[in-house]
């Protein structure tokens, strides 16, 4: 298969790529890893007129702490992601996402810039990311602004980023010492894409008692969906098995997944409260067995 | 529209090549039909069954899903590039010593994985070889041939593997 003729283009800077972006306007499309759009070129359901590569763009790569973020530059690839020993020790549940994206091939070439842009419903940053609040640092030609995960996803493939716009850093808040993260996923076997996945943050006082958390669901729609009645089920509950076992009930709460090929509505409801309680109580200290040895080690 | 040639310039196999391509042409194509190298296979041609897995900057990567473009200035490895004259590489000794293959379409990008998880991970269980290929897929083997053959090319780069196993005459 190959993709429609376009011209390309290689950015070596991002002013250069703004540039570029400008005066190239609906037909240009932005090249990060290419692991979502050149197979959605080869297949012809995109056929932009030019590519301008950011691969080429110096500075947009690697993890760092800031301030209290850590910042990850937009073409940093997934295995690096997963590997990082910072992203690790401080937010678990990133490098568990980041480790089950697709294959070890995919891994090492796509990037979380590019699969924020792209925002496949059945990704997994999207969903990590909506549990940890992370933002979203753009630029354009009239300058730099920051775009919060709530508002960057807004449906199927659609996401806030402006035509001139270039998505360069993603920030995610480190969690406090007393927080845990968790991100689980059930994979389309086929594919690994998500069929449902649940990414949570918990944060919990000397007494354990839960003084706040977010819970984002993947697979029941358009976007990451915050499962609201669990949020606000847990919020000052002792954070045990029982409490999230009851809170996880009202995962799916107010979503409205549609039926497909591989699962149907019901059982995307049910595998979300079954990941919502595995993620909460990982999150919560608890021993959680996982199949992945990425999210072993 | 045809669009304009792109100049490129990179090192395969330690050789530099320069080349004028077209944007759109995927870096599997390239590495077939211009240079001549196909040991690396197309299969799905969809970045699933890892029969295109090569080593690009180090990395094993789908070439399928690369264009040629984005591939300027990159050290790449094929399966051309393992073996040294007649002496095979040890993963590549390996799937004919345990018989990792059967009909060998999806021989090369198997290969390429492994020689890339052994890097990385030079005494992997069977569990991590079997995630580290998850990225490959075979439709006639059913892998444990495929995983044993790992494990004894493992055995063979720590040292450990000598005369077990013999040699293979054909």
């Not at chain 1, 306007?25 to 007129?49: F, N, Q």
């Not at chain 1, 910042?71 to 490098?95: E, N």
């Not at chain 2, 897995?53 to 789908?62: P, S, W």
């Not at chain 2, 004894?152 to 593997?161: I, L």
Request: charge should be neutral.
């Amino acid at each position: 298969m190959f993709p429609a003729n376009f011209g390309y283009v290689a950015a070596r800077s991002v002013d250069e790529a703004l540039e570029l972006l400008a005066q190239h306007g609906e037909d240009a499309k932005l090249l990060a890893g290419g692991h979502s759009l050149i197979p959605a070129m080869k297949l012809r359901l995109a056929s932009p007129r030019t590519l301008i590569d950011l691969g080429t763009v110096q500075g947009l790569r690697g993890v760092r702490v800031d301030g209290d973020a850590l910042a990850i530059g937009a073409l940093t690839v997934h295995a690096d992601i997963a590997a990082s020993d910072l992203v690790r020790q401080r937010i678990p549940a990133l490098a568990a996402a980041a480790g089950v994206i697709g294959d070890v091939q995919v891994r090492n070439r796509g990037t979380i810039g590019g699969s924020c842009a792209h925002a496949d419903p059945a990704a997994d940053f999207p969903v990590v990311l909506t549990a940890l609040n992370a933002s979203f640092a753009v630029v354009s030609p009239s300058g730099k602004r920051t775009i919060s995960v709530d508002d960057f996803f807004v449906d199927f493939y659609t996401t806030a980023l402006g035509q001139n716009e270039i998505l360069t850093e993603i920030r995610v808040p480190l969690p406090p010492s007393d927080a845990g993260t968790a991100y689980h996923k059930l994979a389309n076997p086929a594919s690994g894409y998500v069929v449902v996945s649940s990414g949570a943050l918990v944060r919990r006082d000397g007494s354990g008692k839960s003084i706040d958390a977010r819970v984002a669901l993947g697979g029941l729609g358009g976007k990451p969906f915050r499962a609201a009645g669990t949020e606000t089920a847990l919020r000052g509950k002792s954070l045990t098995l029982e409490s999230i076992v009851d809170a996880s009930a009202k995962a799916a709460e107010g979503s409205d997944p549609d039926d497909d090929i591989y699962a149907s509505a019901d059982y995307k409801r049910h595998i979300a409260t079954v990941l919502t309680q595995r993620a909460l109580a990982q999150a919560s200290g608890f021993k959680v067995e996982t199949s992945h040895p990425q999210n072993q080690r | 529209m045809n669009a304009e040639r792109v100049a490129i310039s990179l090192t395969i196999n330690n050789v530099r090549h320069d080349a004028a391509v077209e944007p759109r042409e995927l870096l599997v194509y390239f590495l077939r039909d211009r240079l001549g190298l196909t040991g690396t296979h197309v299969g799905c041609d969809t970045s699933q069954c890892g029969a295109c897995t090569i080593h690009l900057n180090g990395r094993a990567v789908k070439s399928c899903t690369i264009l040629a473009v984005q591939a300027n200035g990159a050290e790449i490895t094929t399966i051309e590039g393992l073996a040294h004259g007649d002496e095979l590489h040890p993963v590549q000794e390996g799937f004919r010593q345990k018989h990792g293959l059967q009909c060998g379409y999806c021989t090369p990008g198997m290969i390429m994985s492994s020689v890339y998880l052994l890097k990385n991970n030079p005494n992997p269980t069977a569990e991590e070889i079997k995630h580290a290929l998850d990225g490959n897929l075979c439709r006639c083997t059913g892998y444990v041939n495929i995983v044993e053959s790992v494990k004894w090319a493992a055995k063979r780069m720590r040292g450990g593997q000598k005369a077990e196993g013999g040699d293979v005459s054909r």
